[in-house]
């Protein structure tokens, strides 16, 4: 099964304690490289950053290639990214909590 993912489906279950439910979903989590940026983020919580900074081997960080997509709406950096990928690798699935990226 093929999940990638956006920001907040990884950031807010790190916060509660809970991010592991990812790898007992899906088994593996992909993640593109301006999801990984903005989970790296200077305002982004400490323990995000912390658990981002030793990525489980479960979550895979990968580059997109914009070139496929054509953007219908204003989507972030992140969403564009993940669409771009999504659509790349043929994924099952996105997590995304964007309307906009639907």
């Given amino acids: 099964m093929i999940i990638v993912a956006d920001t907040s489906p990884v950031n807010y279950p790190v916060l509660i304690g809970a991010i592991d439910i990812l790898k007992e979903l899906f088994g593996r989590v992909i993640i593109p490289q301006a ?6 983020h200077e305002k982004t919580p400490t323990e995000v950053k912390a658990w981002i900074d030793a ?5 895979e960080v990968r580059q997109a290639g914009l070139s496929l997509l054509t953007p219908q709406r204003e989507l972030g950096d992140g969403e564009r ?3 771009a990928l999504a659509v790349a690798l043929n ?4 997590l995304m909590d964007d309307r ?3």
């Fill in 35 to 40: 999801v990984l940026g903005e989970l790296q």
């Fill in 81 to 83: 990214e993940v669409i």
């Fill in 100 to 102: 906009d990226g639907t």
């Fill in 91 to 94: 994924a099952d699935a996105v």
């Fill in 55 to 59: 990525c489980p081997n479960w979550l």
